[in-house]
């Protein structure tokens, strides 16, 4: 019973495998800088830099090593640009057309950024975060033994998934989840998965994985 029970825990958790996009997303050596980063003054008169005075900024970067920057400044104008930007441990590089190359130091986990000593939070799509139920699973057989799924998602990038099957057996993993576009991976102590996801309105989120034809529909609860 505990063999089934195991390998149907690996089933479901395949709504979170392999797929040709997400490989990239997995194999990518810095996948927690991957997403929106966000940081803010705590200075009313905002913090100056190059005799400009900037109240935020918004960073996004993706797997394919481009990134896009908006600077708020404190009369309201906006600065903007986009490029390719060069990561190793310690320094990440922006390069950008007619600009200077700029290199910084920062450092990086799950859901904190710290370049040149400015702390950026990361955040999550809208709606994503939350704590989701199965409405229906499909796709072989998996629906005949697996009586509930849950997933929580934490605005911080923290999840826990418990599984139970008929018998009332359940097995759970916690980690860190980290996304690009409509790619999720949750990422814990034995090992990574990853699906697509569709967020439908406020209260239905869709995972998917077209190798195993398997979907799971959730409602937040």
Not at 133 to 140: A, D, L, V, Y
Not at 170 to 177: A, L, N
Request: no cysteine.
């Amino acid at each position: 019973m505990m063999k089934t029970f195991y390998f149907f825990w690996l089933f479901i958790l395949s709504l979170f495998s392999v797929n040709s996009v997400a490989d990239d997303i997995t194999e990518f050596d810095y996948p927690f800088l991957l997403g929106n980063w966000y940081w803010f003054s705590n200075q009313q008169d905002g913090i100056e830099s190059e005799g400009e005075k900037y109240r935020a900024m918004h960073v996004m970067f993706k797997s394919d090593y481009q990134f896009a920057m908006r600077l708020l400044r404190t009369d309201g104008k906006v600065e903007q640009w986009t490029g390719d930007y060069d990561i190793d441990d310690t320094n990440i590089t922006f390069i950008s057309s007619n600009e200077d190359d700029q290199m910084h130091t920062y450092l990086l986990n799950y859901n904190r950024f710290v370049l040149d000593g400015a702390h950026f939070t990361k955040l999550a799509p809208e709606n994503l975060a939350g704590n989701w139920r199965t409405k229906t699973i499909s796709g072989q057989d998996v629906a005949d033994n697996i009586a509930e799924f849950a997933l929580s998602l934490r605005p911080d990038f923290l999840f826990s998934a418990e599984i139970s099957n008929q018998a009332g057996k359940t097995k759970e993993h916690r980690g860190v989840y980290y996304l690009e576009d409509d790619q999720i991976v949750l990422l814990y102590e034995e090992g990574q998965h990853d699906s697509h996801f569709v967020l439908n309105g406020q209260n239905t989120l869709t995972l998917s994985n077209k190798h195993f034809g398997m979907e799971a529909i959730l409602n937040r609860e």
